[in-house]
């Protein structure tokens, strides 16, 4: 018990002074994004049917996949940290169980959680705290095991090929869960099997169901069980053997910089892992409407697998680390140029492959998808390094990663916010092209290779001219994980802003989406194809004449949103202007 004390003491320390400037304001964005979803959470225990066990077992997928996509989840104490004290692994891990209940997300879930209290049947209302707890225990401990068989299975190619595909169709299952929402609960029906998942048995427990509670404690004691042992086993990886590697025989900087990179992509199980969750992603979610019988975002999954991709390396510099000393003392390394061809090269063909393969499967749309995957490789191409080295997040040497592989970077909410702006940006980058071929046909199909070539050229240009003026302080930045005072940091920096400014700008950011995409983009997309009344998008529940100004005016709110995120930290940059290089400045 003491153990525990001590590291819930310590948890709240560190959470303490890590709530002031830039990730406080992601902080207090995420947690009032979490709050919402908690409170639809909470509405769906007034509603028929088995809603609720539905939302509680997407809540449990998401601390189970969450993880993946934040650089390894919540690790302010590592196990690492403490292996020297000699504590058995399983008193350690009841202490960190008890330290992980502190935090923004725990928190959130426990809120969510709340509906069971809602949802009791009359006399068990009292039930529902333990069911509440023992519930969230189960999700927590959940995430551990599976950060923890993923850290096993990142030890070998097979694993980390294997754990992507498994973590990319269960990210796309989240982000499609209304079709199968739709699919297996026509008539207002959730599928029986999803009250019996371990997410359900708090639920059972309030509905006079009075195993649920022994079966959760024991569920409890075997997850936390698992977890010592994945803690036991956390130090001391092997790493894989470097013999019998074909050498380098580049005759050029620019082929040198390619084969190593090439060589970086078949070989960091993490660069593996990455590029199988992007691909799985991607043709699971254009997928996933097969289940209502629509094919018609089939040939999508080519273009959401670039953007993915884009987005899981768009901190290409930091992931590298220090190593960055070997460009900057090579003179006339073309660092960014072979970078950028690596980068096509590992993506390209998988891209190229799954646009004509299942464009054939439908038969078109032709135009659209062949002008947007050229416009996206090579925006995507030309936003990788540019996006890394003005936006670099400090990360974790390849050498000295620990036994959490996916923990990259010790700032994973830098990290998260890096690839949603990736996301973002590269979308952009394809939409004129998206527009030239719905407005001209086979005509306007040029517009791809012209747009993504231009962007190729252009930001890679940018990033080159960047790396050659900034490449010390990123080198400075990378080797102590703090920016320098020069000026040498990043341009996405959010400067120092009033708390209300700041609050506003992180929601901005982080809700934008919303409106953007499901509501307005794929609202659209719906009403081009005459589906209607579906799920949650509210342009498909209007009237006629009403459809499409409502999904106009979701793009338009999307977009604002978004402006007002990127036009107040700009304008704040604006007003401050360093005085001959010093650290001071002049508020105008």
């Not at 694993?159 to 299952?173: D, P, W």
């Not at 960014?336 to 590992?346: H, K, N, S």
Request: charged share 10%.
């Amino acid at each position: 018990m003491a153990v525990a004390l001590t590291l819930v003491r310590m948890k709240i320390a560190v959470l303490r002074h890590s709530t002031k400037g830039q990730r406080g304001g992601m902080m207090a964005s995420g947690g009032v994004l979490g709050l919402l979803l908690a409170a639809g959470t909470i509405y769906l225990a007034f509603q028929d049917g088995d809603w609720l066990a539905a939302a509680y077992a997407v809540w449990m997928l998401g601390w189970i996949i969450g993880p993946v996509f934040s650089g390894g989840g919540d690790e302010t104490l590592r196990p690492e940290f403490f292996a020297p004290l000699g504590l058995p692994a399983w008193r350690m891990a009841a202490g960190l169980l008890v330290s992980a209940f502190v935090g923004v997300a725990p928190v959130i879930s426990l809120v969510a959680l709340a509906g069971l209290v809602f949802a009791a049947s009359p006399g068990n209302v009292l039930v529902a705290v333990p069911a509440m707890v023992l519930q969230l225990a189960i999700f927590v401990l959940l995430s551990k095991v599976a950060v923890g068989l993923l850290g096993i299975a990142l030890r070998s190619r097979v694993g980390a090929i294997g754990a992507g595909l498994i973590n990319g169709a269960v990210l796309a299952f989240l982000g499609q869960a209304w079709v199968f929402a739709v699919a297996f609960g026509q008539g207002g029906r959730i599928p029986a099997f999803v009250r019996y998942l371990p997410s359900g048995w708090g639920l059972l427990a309030v509905q006079g169901e009075y195993l649920a509670l022994p079966a959760m404690a024991v569920l409890i004691v075997l997850l936390l069980a698992a977890w010592a042992a994945l803690l036991a086993g956390r130090t001391g990886a092997d790493r894989p053997s470097t013999r019998g590697r074909r050498p380098m025989r580049a005759t050029t900087a620019q082929e040198a910089v390619v084969a190593k990179e090439l060589r970086t992509w078949s070989r960091d199980l993490v660069r593996n892992h990455q590029l199988t969750f992007a691909l799985a992603y991607g043709v699971f979610f254009a997928g996933a409407p097969l289940a209502l019988g629509w094919t018609g975002m089939l040939p999508w999954a080519a273009p959401i697998f670039i953007v993915m991709a884009a987005a899981m390396t768009a901190n290409l510099y930091g992931t590298d680390g220090t190593a960055l000393w070997l460009t900057l003392m090579t003179p006339g390394a073309s660092d960014v140029r072979g970078r950028q061809r690596a980068w096509l090269v590992t993506v390209g063909p998988v891209a190229v492959l799954l646009a004509v393969a299942l464009t054939l499967v439908t038969g078109g749309p032709w135009p659209l998808i062949l002008a947007s995957v050229a416009a996206l490789l090579g925006g995507a191409a030309g936003l990788v390094p540019l996006i890394s080295v003005y936006a670099l997040v400090p990360g974790t040497d390849p050498q000295r990663r620990g036994g959490n592989p996916l923990r990259t970077s010790e700032d994973d909410g830098a990290l998260t916010g890096l690839a949603y702006l990736t996301m973002l940006l590269v979308a952009l980058t394809g939409a004129p092209a998206v527009v030239a071929a719905l407005l001209y046909g086979w005509w306007g199909v040029a517009a791809g290779p012209a747009t993504g070539a231009l962007c190729y050229w252009g930001l890679g240009l940018l990033a080159e001219r960047r790396l050659a003026a900034r490449g010390p302080e990123l080198l400075h930045m990378m080797r102590t994980g703090r920016r320098p005072e020069s000026g040498g940091g990043t341009a996405f920096k959010l400067p120092d802003l009033p708390k209300p400014q700041r609050t506003i700008v992180m929601t901005c950011l982080s809700l934008g989406a919303i409106p953007l995409f499901p509501q307005g983009i794929v609202a659209a997309a719906f009403l081009a194809n005459d589906r209607l009344r579906m799920s949650w998008f509210l342009a498909t529940y209007m009237p006629p004449g009403l459809r499409w100004p409502t999904a106009v005016l979701m793009i338009l709110i999307g977009l604002a949103m978004y402006g007002v995120g990127l036009w107040i930290p700009y304008r704040a940059k604006q007003r401050v202007k360093p005085v001959d290089g010093s650290t001071e400045a002049l508020t105008r």
